[in-house]
């Protein structure tokens, strides 16, 4: 007798909670199509009247939003590259190369994590200065060289590699570079793009550093610059909603199209003991 | 030994890295915290003087650092069970046989975790509005009068919590579903047979062969929200009157709006602090609670 009823609880509940955390976004995509000012109308509009691309073309013609999104996908990508070419090496020789002080330097590394990254900001900040790299990409890239966090991922996958295997490849008389980049980065592939979707979408949707660091409109980055658009542009929701459309649809597509591998990375990376 | 050598070399970049862009700035934000380095300073090294623990002393005398602290415990404190009892429930949901389409909903549950923060503390700006916000709008409904979200000192860190577990409980909900998922179903098949309901299964079955991954997941997420900035920047600028200036804001005006980056150092290690004493405090409850 309960059974049907469970059953009903349990989908409405489900369907409930989706609609809440879909309709923002929702929303959001709608009321980018609105004419201006529509949005602020009682009761709110939930689909514009007539839809428009006005707000788009507005960012793209006179915000120079396109400057901003290029900033965005350049300073991703290459800290996408950057944290590839640091961690991969790091994080296999961990897990399978046999060197002196390896279980001390790990465990000191874990230990880093307890650190929140903003303690390094003021610091990180004046050196940079120092070295006149402030409201440069090469600013914005150093937080995302390597990453503890990064190692880790690679290592527990690392771990799963047969030693057979390198074990032979050695006996061929293969150097370890060789090995590395013969037989091991393509047995890591789906770690390599579970890494790299991880800093991509985190570089993509960081804020304090890049705020910090990139001060200079030329050189923002999208969240930074749209957060920097609605102080001054309070009433234009609409324009603000093309705005955040612009930001977050590539990050939800990106997402979308490679959800296995990021879920992979949030459980490996999650059950650090 | 040539393994030795080859195993170094391959981990030598990336813990320089971390060496120069990590480690070097951590030591020196502590010594920063001891110096009195502000706009002079900037300008000019020689202008930084040695001042102890003054930046410490200085800050328990300050107002809007209490100020922020409080607004931060308050975040944290509400903050984080909310959000892991969302997750939690999710998950069930999620796990459950009864459920339709769990491919989608997990998808859809998840969504708002990879979004960017700061666009859509933008969106939530306008569905907190007073006026013509869609939450006022649907509270109206319920013959509920219109809140002032974000203009009303008792109501703004409310408003953030709710945007943050909308945003954040995904994550914690697809660890927790794995951890559901690993919970051997004899336990629930014994559970039954002992003639258990539902409410006696989740409180001695499913919650205590979840502790672990609750325990971990709890110093997670408080260590996140120990770490709140963009929502209060982008939604409030520590407004109405003060009540959402966090631990990490006063920490961004002090350092990158005065530029009192000792000051500013000063408050990034208090903050630090707590965060150990709370996972630590945490460590310690779980363990006395299951023992």
């Known amino acids: 007798m309960r059974r049907p009823l469970s ?13 809440a955390t879909l309709f923002p976004l929702a929303w959001m995509v709608s009321a980018s199509f609105m004419t201006a000012g529509e949005a602020s109308t009682y009761p709110p509009p939930m689909l514009p009247h007539a839809a428009t691309l006005a707000n788009y073309r507005l960012l793209f013609a006179e915000h120079g939003i396109v400057r901003q999104a290029g900033n965005s996908l350049f300073i991703s990508l290459l800290a996408t590259g950057l944290s590839l070419s640091f961690n991969l090496s790091a994080g296999y020789a961990f897990a399978k190369l046999r060197f002196k002080g390896r279980e001390r330097v790990f465990r000191l590394l874990l230990g880093a994590l307890v650190v929140p990254a903003q303690v390094t900001m003021m610091p990180l900040f004046l050196m940079l200065k120092e070295m006149r790299l402030v409201n ?17 991922l690679v290592r527990q996958y690392a771990l799963t590699i047969p030693d057979e295997i390198l074990e032979a490849a050695r006996m061929d008389g293969a150097g370890e570079l060789r090995i590395f980049v013969l037989v091991v ?37 999208l969240p930074v610059a749209l957060a920097a658009l609605s102080r001054e542009h309070v009433q234009d929701v609409e324009l603000m909603m093309a705005g955040a459309v612009i930001t977050v649809l590539p990050v939800l597509l990106l997402f979308l199209l490679l959800q296995r591998y990021y879920m992979q990375g949030l459980l490996v990376g999650s059950v650090k003991g | 030994m040539k393994l030795s050598i080859a195993g170094w070399l391959f981990v030598a970049p990336a813990l320089l890295a971390i060496l120069v862009f990590f480690v070097v700035p951590v030591a020196a934000a502590l010594l920063m915290s001891a110096t009195d380095f502000d706009i002079y300073a900037l300008a000019d090294l020689h202008n930084v003087r040695f ?41 069930l949901l999620l796990n459950s046989r009864l459920a339709w389409f769990r491919g989608f909903y997990r998808t859809a549950l998840f969504a708002p975790v990879v979004t960017t923060l700061a666009a859509v503390a933008v969106v939530w700006v306008f569905l907190l509005h007073t006026r013509y916000g869609l939450l006022n709008y649907a509270l109206s409904w319920f013959g509920l009068h219109p809140v002032d979200w ?15 577990v909308w945003k954040n409980f995904g994550y914690n909900m697809i660890i927790l579903l794995a951890g559901l998922q690993a919970i051997p179903g004899d336990l629930y098949e014994a559970a039954q047979l002992d003639g258990a309901g539902a409410g006696a299964t989740f409180w001695h079955v499913t919650v205590p062969a979840l502790a672990p991954v609750l325990l971990m997941v709890s110093i997670l997420t408080m260590a996140g929200h120990f770490q709140i900035f963009a929502e209060p ?6 407004g109405p009157a003060e009540h959402t200036v966090t631990v990490l804001y006063l920490m961004y005006e002090d350092g990158f709006k005065w530029w009192s980056l000792g000051s500013a150092s000063s408050v990034a290690f208090v903050l630090f602090l ?18």
């Open chain 1, 7 to 19: 059953y009903l609880g349990v989908n409405i509940f489900l369907a409930l909670a989706a609609l």
């Open chain 1, 136 to 152: 440069t990409y090469v600013g914005a890239l150093v937080p995302w060289l390597a990453s503890v966090f990064g190692i880790y």
């Open chain 1, 185 to 221: 980065l393509p047995l890591l592939k789906p770690i390599v793009v579970t890494l790299a979707v991880l800093t991509f979408l985190g570089s993509w949707n960081d804020f304090m550093w890049p705020l910090i660091v990139l001060t200079d409109h030329h050189v923002q980055t």
């Open chain 2, 51 to 91: 001042i102890g623990l003054d930046n410490y002393l200085q800050l328990l005398q300050r107002p809007l650092f209490w100020r922020a602290l409080e607004n931060t415990l308050f975040f944290v404190v509400v903050g984080v069970p909310l959000s892991i009892a969302v997750s939690l429930g999710s998950a």
């Open chain 2, 150 to 164: 974000l203009g009303d000192p008792h109501w703004a860190m409310p408003a953030i919590v709710l945007l943050s």
């Open chain 2, 233 to 238: 920047y982008v939604m409030t600028q520590g």
């Open chain 2, 274 to 291: 707590f965060m150990l004493a709370f996972s630590f405090m945490q460590t310690r409850l779980t363990r006395a609670g299951s023992t």
